[in-house]
């Protein structure tokens, strides 16, 4: 489903609690765990437009709507490692904030999401992510696009993507070093401190504020070299 779908958020609701009841080896949206109303008129509504069939047991996919509740449960989980770890937001925020990107990011921004976080397998509570197209280019796993810089081995150049201060006055204290997003910096050791070079200028950082400083790891030797 995608972000111009014509369909509710009521709808592609239902089809990511069916998702989850499927997993929990449920087949109605009560076996999701979920407390959640479900409207009747949105099952109607997607029975009468073939993704979903009632059977027996409850309810069931059609090819198609297994299709766009995988792509809809893909968006949220996704959503939720790049909001949950890497930018630090609290479990109950990023998860309200993953239910309404579910409905919203499109494809292309999804596999950038996805490739940008390394292809992850899992969300943040343990559910497997449905794979993308990326993934089925990638035949092992990868290390994210952008990593902590204290991921960085010795002697590699990277160019920083962002800095994701756990205390503000970091941000001016590093402005201040030059360490600025964009700033191409080559890591030069990680003991007793951290030390990169940007430019001509090597600056010592501690290990709690490395972490703090998200990088794309570069092909070359780095600046200056």
């Known amino acids: 489903m995608t972000p111009q779908s014509r ?4 709808c592609e609701n239902v089809l990511v609690l069916l998702w989850s009841a499927r997993e929990c080896g449920g087949s109605s949206l009560g076996d999701a765990g979920n407390s959640q ?3 009747q008129a949105a099952v109607d509504e997607l029975v009468a437009d073939g993704l979903l069939v009632r059977n027996e047991g409850g309810l069931d996919f059609t090819p198609r709507g297994r299709a766009q509740a995988e792509q809809l449960v893909r968006r949220h989980r996704l959503a939720e490692v790049l ?4 930018l630090e937001v609290r479990p109950k925020r990023a998860e309200l904030d993953a239910c309404l990107w579910e409905h919203v990011i499109s494809a292309e921004v999804t596999d950038t999401i996805c490739t940008f976080l390394g292809h992850p397998r899992h969300c943040p509570h343990g559910r497997p992510i449905p794979p993308g197209r990326c993934c089925s280019l990638t035949f092992h796993t990868v290390t994210p696009l952008v990593q902590p810089l204290t991921s960085l081995h010795v002697g590699a150049s990277a160019r920083i993507t962002f800095i994701a201060p756990r205390v503000h006055r970091r941000l001016d204290r590093l402005a201040a070093l030059g360490i600025v997003p964009g700033t191409a910096v080559v890591l030069k050791q990680k003991s007793p401190s951290y030390v990169v070079r940007a430019d001509q200028t090597e600056v010592a950082i501690e290990e709690a504020v490395a972490r703090d400083i998200f990088v794309r790891e570069l092909a070359d030797a780095g600046p200056g070299e």
Not at 7 to 10: C, G, L, P, T
Not at 83 to 86: D, F
């Open 37 to 39: 109303r479900v409207s």
């Open 83 to 86: 909001l949950q770890e890497v």
């Open 7 to 10: 369909f509710s958020s009521e």
